[in-house]
Nanobody, 117 residues
């Protein structure tokens, strides 16, 4: 059974940092593209950052230069280091695993990030 579990969310003041973690069990992470998405109240879910093998990364313009995505295949964990947070970063952050071959997609349940001014 595949399980994708996010952790590390919380409340922080503007300018602060948080690191999110996403652990995937039941899959071989090296065979998946991993990504972080977020959804703010009243808005659509949007891509934040993506990492594929052998480590190519993509970032949304809004987080470029502030967020860093990384992956540890041995630990089946993907991270999102978030720096210089601002209130616009407030959202539920979701982890997504997309199989490199085939059409399997798995989502986590999300973790709340709240940034106060």
């Amino acid at each position: 059974q595949v399980q994708v579990l996010e952790s590390g969310g919380g409340s922080v003041q503007a300018g602060g940092s948080l690191r999110l973690s996403c652990t995937a069990s039941g899959i071989r992470m090296s065979m998946y593209e991993m990504a972080w998405y977020r959804q703010a109240p009243g808005k659509e879910r949007e891509l934040v950052a993506r990492i594929s093998n052998p480590g190519a990364t993509t970032y949304a313009d809004a987080v470029q230069g502030r967020f860093i995505i990384s992956k540890d295949n041995a630990k089946s964990t993907v991270y999102l280091q978030m720096n210089s947070l601002n209130p616009d970063d407030t959202a539920v952050y979701y982890c997504k695993a997309t199989a490199r071959m085939g059409h399997k997609i798995y989502w986590g349940q999300g973790t709340q990030v709240t940034v106060s001014s």
